[in-house]
């Protein structure tokens, strides 16, 4: 099979696709044809070993020191299951997939535990709307419902709106009742109103830190502000919630809790099959769509990562294998 490959950590092109073996599954996995895989920034940043502060042993420890643990990135994928080991019950040959692998989407296919966190692609959705799902999507929820923990009526703001999380962000919020405030670049007002934004602040023309105890919460998914910056903008009850760690947030959440008022919460999202199914949930009801900014054919996965590093992507950075169109719209 075709795979993109790396040995070393470092720019872009330490990336080369290359034929590997197909990974035969385990009794207790499932081997997926991959159809289209997310490039996140999650991929970027192990590939560059860019852990930002305080994550950086951490970083080290899971994906390795010197070496990459494991030679083919690509957190998030879509497809469809073509072998299962025997003691598979959830998932049958044939079925439409999509979810988190850990590592290994960036290949043609994928052998994936029966436990992680996959699940059944929606009729109505294609391999690559799929595959944009899982890395934005479980993101802003966790940190939203969990991490945050916002309310209906609350009021949000959300810095970063138009990215791989911000763009799910915005519609989660709103799915989950909130009046949210969007913050992007020029040009993304429509978008992100069409997503559901109320108020839309464009950072070149607007500064993001003028309102003072207007938001209930700050979600900061870039890592632009901070929470001195932020705190004002707070109602005392509120919270600064980044989504970068590094060593700042975490003395700036040692900070708050000693001067009281607007609290600092840090977290590492965590990725299961029950928050995709709520996320699937939603794209029933129509209340969330998958936003793509680019698909790029398996090949130009160089250019695909020079797209996510830019961070100015709208939505998340889509590479196509073998994507199955959506059955709702092929039919
Ligand atoms: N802690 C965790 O568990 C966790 C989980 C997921 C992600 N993360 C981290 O969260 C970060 C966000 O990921 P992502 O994939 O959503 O990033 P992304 O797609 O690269 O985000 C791009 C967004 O950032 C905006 N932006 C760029 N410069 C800006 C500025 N100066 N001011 C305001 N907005 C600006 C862009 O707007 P314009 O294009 O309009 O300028 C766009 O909306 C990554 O660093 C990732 O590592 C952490």
């Known amino acids: 099979?075709?795979?993109?490959?790396?040995?070393?950590?470092?720019?872009?092109?330490?990336?080369?696709?290359?034929?590997?073996?197909t990974p035969s599954p385990?009794?207790?996995?499932i081997l997926v044809r991959v159809g289209a895989a997310a490039v996140t920034t999650a991929d970027w940043r192990i590939r560059a070993a860019a852990f930002p502060g305080i994550t950086k042993l951490p970083g080290h420890l899971m994906?390795?020191?010197?070496?990459?643990?494991?030679?083919?990135?690509?957190?998030?994928?879509?497809?469809t299951v073509i072998a299962t080991?025997?003691?598979?019950?959830?998932?049958?040959?044939?079925?439409?997939?999509?979810?988190?692998?850990?590592?290994?989407?960036?290949?043609?296919?994928?052998?994936v535990k029966e436990d992680a966190a996959v699940v059944a692609t929606p009729d109505a959705l294609s391999d690559t709307e799929a595959a944009s799902l899982p890395f934005g999507g479980n993101s802003a929820l966790v940190f939203l419902r969990d991490v945050a923990k916002l309310q209906r009526g609350q009021h949000v703001l959300i810095v970063g709106a138009s990215g791989a999380v911000g763009s799910f962000a915005v519609q989660i919020a709103k799915a989950m009742g909130a009046?949210?405030?969007?913050?992007?670049g020029p040009g993304r007002a429509d978008?992100?109103?069409?997503?559901?934004?109320?108020?839309?602040?464009?950072?070149?023309?607007e500064s993001v830190d003028a309102a003072r105890?207007?938001?209930?919460?700050?979600?900061?998914?870039?890592?632009?502000?901070?929470?001195?910056q932020m705190r004002h903008t707070l109602k005392p009850g509120g919270v600064f919630v980044p989504l970068n760690m590094a060593g700042r947030e975490l003395w700036d959440m040692i900070r708050a809790k000693l001067t009281g008022g607007p609290r600092v919460a840090l977290a590492v999202s965590s990725d299961t099959a029950e928050d995709l199914t709520r996320l699937t949930g939603w794209i029933a009801e129509g209340r969330l769509r998958p936003v793509v900014d680019h698909i790029y054919p398996f090949e130009r996965i160089f250019d695909a990562y020079r797209q996510v590093e830019s961070r100015h992507s709208t939505g998340t950075v889509v590479l196509e294998m073998?994507?199955?169109t959506a059955t709702a719209l092929s039919a």
Request: charged share 15%.
């Open 63 to 79: 994906f390795g020191f010197r070496t990459p643990k494991q030679p083919v990135l690509g957190v998030a994928m879509a497809g």
């Open 1 to 21: 099979m075709k795979a993109a490959v790396y040995d070393r950590f470092g720019p872009a092109d330490v990336v080369t696709l290359a034929e590997r073996p």
């Open 85 to 111: 080991g025997h003691a598979v019950t959830r998932f049958k040959t044939g079925g439409r997939v999509f979810g988190f692998v850990g590592h290994g989407g960036h290949a043609e296919y994928v052998a």
């Open 179 to 184: 009046v949210v405030t969007a913050v992007a």
């Open 191 to 205: 978008m992100l109103t069409a997503l559901g934004a109320d108020r839309v602040i464009d950072y070149t023309q």
């Open 322 to 324: 073998n994507a199955q």
């Open 213 to 228: 105890g207007a938001y209930d919460v700050v979600f900061d998914t870039v890592g632009v502000t901070h929470w001195g």
């Open 26 to 29: 385990a009794p207790d996995e």
